[in-house]
Nanobody, 120 residues
Framework: QVQLVESGGGLVQPGGSLRLSCAASGSIFSINDMGWYRQAPGKERELVAAVTSGGSTNYADSMKGRFTISRDNVKNTVYLQMNSLQPEDTAVYYC??????????????WGRGTLVTVSS
């Protein structure tokens, strides 16, 4: 009923930048929180950043000052600007959204993920 499609991942050198995008589509009435999680090889999925429909943001401590999350409520899209990337940022990045459907029920939706590799 709702799909999240991520884009913008890829290979970047240490110190470089990437911008991830995630667009939601489907039977959407409204979207509450949107955010990004990541999962590195052999590790659990962790929160990167989240943003409410009102624009309040929350970041994991290790991302503060380097990553910026934003959203476009008209386009139902969330962005993650990642600067000063380091090899430890290498992971699959997943988009996440808490969506209220046109049926007025609520669902939590995940994207398929986009791989970010930081390497020289």
């Amino acid at each position: 009923q709702v799909q999240l499609v991520e884009s913008g991942g890829g290979l970047v050198q240490p110190g470089g930048s990437l911008r991830l995008s995630c667009a939601a589509s489907g039977s959407i009435f409204s979207i509450n929180d949107m955010g990004w999680y990541r999962q590195a090889p052999g590790k659990e999925r962790e929160l990167v950043a989240a943003v409410t429909s009102g624009g309040s943001t929350n970041y994991a401590d290790s991302m503060k000052g380097r990553f910026t999350i934003s959203r476009d409520n008209v386009k139902n899209t969330v962005y993650l600007q990642m600067n000063s990337l380091q090899p430890e940022d290498t992971a699959v990045y997943y988009c996440h959204a808490n969506v209220r459907l046109k049926s007025r029920s609520y669902v939590t939706v995940w994207g398929r993920g986009t791989l970010v590799t930081v390497s020289s």
